[in-house]
């Protein structure tokens, strides 16, 4: 099946699942459409996501008055890390007017597949009384629930925590392990089969390669093109981050 055909049969999908789906032709068109359906007075919270940073969304909302509501600066050492602004920013960011995020995989027949460590980022997409918006590279897309699971634990984590140099066997390893230790980044798996019943949930499929996630049977040009943009965006835990995340994981 063309890339092109894949998108639009995934967005047929996606809208049975009762999702409210919008194509996007590219990252710019995916800020624009995003820009349209945020209101200016909203609060915007943010999960840990290059893609959403890789369209420009954030810069664009905080320039015409939009409140961010971002953990991550934070985590990534933008802000001084303190754990009780960290903690508030967590919690206010899932209670947000709309709450922006990447997913780490949708199936061709329409379901978002996530593993999480923390679950702030599958929160804030499910919960509750809300809006959320999941944008979504073409990259992203998988046959089924378990090729989902087997690259999100094959690919992205290790690839994910051998850059950000964390104490993971899978950094090492290049695979999973199934680890047992503390700072596991696999302690939850969500699949959203349908849209959750009281969310406004918007998946912007976007035919762009965002974010983390390919095939290994790709070229190499493709899959070294999606690991140097992700590289662009993505930035090392400040070490007040990698302390408290130490210290506090497996409590
Ligand atoms: S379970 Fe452990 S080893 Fe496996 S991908 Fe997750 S963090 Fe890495």
């Not at 508030?88 to 027949?109: Q, Y």
């Not at 593993?115 to 999941?134: E, H, K």
Request: with cysteine.
């Amino acid at each position: 099946m063309s890339v092109e055909k894949q998108i639009l049969t995934l967005i047929e999908q996606l809208r049975r699942n009762r999702f409210n789906a919008v194509l996007a032709e590219s990252a710019q068109d995916a800020k624009d459409k995003i820009l349209a359906a945020i209101p200016v007075q909203a609060s915007v919270g943010v999960a840990n996501s290059v893609t959403v940073r890789q369209i420009g969304i954030l810069e664009a909302l905080k320039d015409r008055g939009n409140t961010l509501i971002d953990p991550i600066a934070i985590g990534y050492g933008l802000v001084e890390f303190d754990e009780e602004t960290h903690n508030k920013t967590l919690r206010d960011s899932i209670n947000a007017d709309v709450f922006l995020s990447g997913t780490n995989a949708v199936t061709e027949d329409g379901k978002l597949v996530n593993i999480d460590g923390l679950g702030n980022r599958v929160v804030g997409i499910i919960w509750g009384l809300g809006q959320s918006i999941v944008i979504v590279g073409r990259n992203k897309i998988v046959k089924d629930v378990d090729a989902a699971i087997n690259r999100i634990k094959n690919i992205v984590t290790p690839t994910f925590a051998k850059r950000r140099q964390l104490a993971l066997p899978c950094a090492k390893a290049g695979t999973c392990v199934d680890c047992q230790i503390a700072e596991r980044a696999c302690n939850i798996t969500v699949i959203l089969e349908r849209k959750p019943a009281l969310q406004k949930l918007t998946v912007v499929l976007v035919d762009e390669d965002l974010g983390l996630g390919w095939d290994t049977e790709w070229s190499d040009e493709r899959i070294d093109d999606i690991r140097y943009k992700y590289e662009q965006f993505d930035r090392p835990y400040s070490s007040g981050f990698r302390r408290y995340h130490k210290e506090h994981a497996g409590h």
